[in-house]
């Protein structure tokens, strides 16, 4: 089973340049995630999408935007890459938007700003 | 809005001993609990989730985790630490008819031998 899959696991940008990360999930789920994680702050929700074609903005949107256009992709765009966005990304899944439903995560994206 | 807070940065724990992680939430109402472990270059994994009934909450990989509303916590054990447990272990709470799940800053566990 390949559950959550992110594409790719690792990447340096220069400041300024754009990249996109992918997730992709196997697993017909509604809801997907993108959290960063930083060293001593945990996860943080960047943005989410209820269902394709549809995202909203999470607790730390600003930098970042999303798109779903087919049920199982999710991607991750910075338009203009700061040293403020190095951090681990991770994509997670779940079947409903019910909390009670737990988040399948992927191995994550560590990405470098330089 | 729902919160979690970790006391624990960091846990040294000795092969074969046990360990308890702490983890205080702060939500109004009966919140929907879990503990994540994510081990060095990994996604996170769900190890145990409660959400009612019995309070002791049995998980993956030996963990059980005891929920207490009157202390508002959800502390991790496991009675044998094994090498292989050495990790970073998150935990996150959710409010009842809601998609977001606020996470801890996480606890890293070392196992010396």
């Known amino acids: 089973n390949a559950g959550v899959t992110q594409t790719p696991k690792f990447r340096v940008l220069k400041t300024g340049q754009s990249m996109t990360l992918l997730c992709a999930q196997d697993?017909?789920?509604?809801?997907m995630y993108w959290y960063r994680q930083d060293p001593g702050m945990g996860l943080r929700l960047i943005h989410y999408?209820?269902?394709?074609?549809?995202?909203a903005k999470g607790e730390v949107p600003d930098g970042y935007n999303v798109s779903r256009l087919k049920k199982q992709n999710f991607l991750l765009g910075l338009e203009s890459a700061a040293p403020s966005q190095t951090s681990v990304y991770f994509c997670?899944?779940?079947?409903?938007?019910?909390?009670?439903?737990?988040?399948?995560f992927g191995d994550g994206t560590r990405l470098s700003i330089l | 809005a729902q919160s979690v807070t970790q006391p624990d940065i960091h846990i040294t724990v000795s092969e074969g001993a046990s360990l308890e992680l702490r983890c205080n939430y702060s939500?109004?109402?009966?919140?929907?609990l879990f503990w994540y472990v994510q081990s060095p270059g990994q996604g996170l994994q769900l190890l145990l989730k409660?959400?009612?009934?019995?309070?002791l909450v049995q998980g993956i990989k030996g963990f059980e985790a005891e929920f207490k509303r009157s202390q508002s916590s959800f502390n991790l054990r496991k009675p044998s630490v094994h090498w292989s447990d050495a990790a970073e272990y998150f935990c996150?709470?959710?409010?009842?008819?809601?998609?977001?799940?606020?996470f801890g800053a996480g606890t890293t566990v070392t196992v010396r031998a």
């Open positions: 996150a709470v959710g409010a009842q008819n809601d998609y977001k799940l606020s």
């Open positions: 997670a899944s779940s079947e409903t938007g019910r909390s009670n439903q737990p988040q399948h």
């Open positions: 999408s209820v269902g394709e074609g549809t995202t």
């Open positions: 939500y109004g109402a009966t919140p929907y």
């Open positions: 697993m017909n789920h509604e809801y």
């Open positions: 409660y959400f009612s009934g019995d309070t």
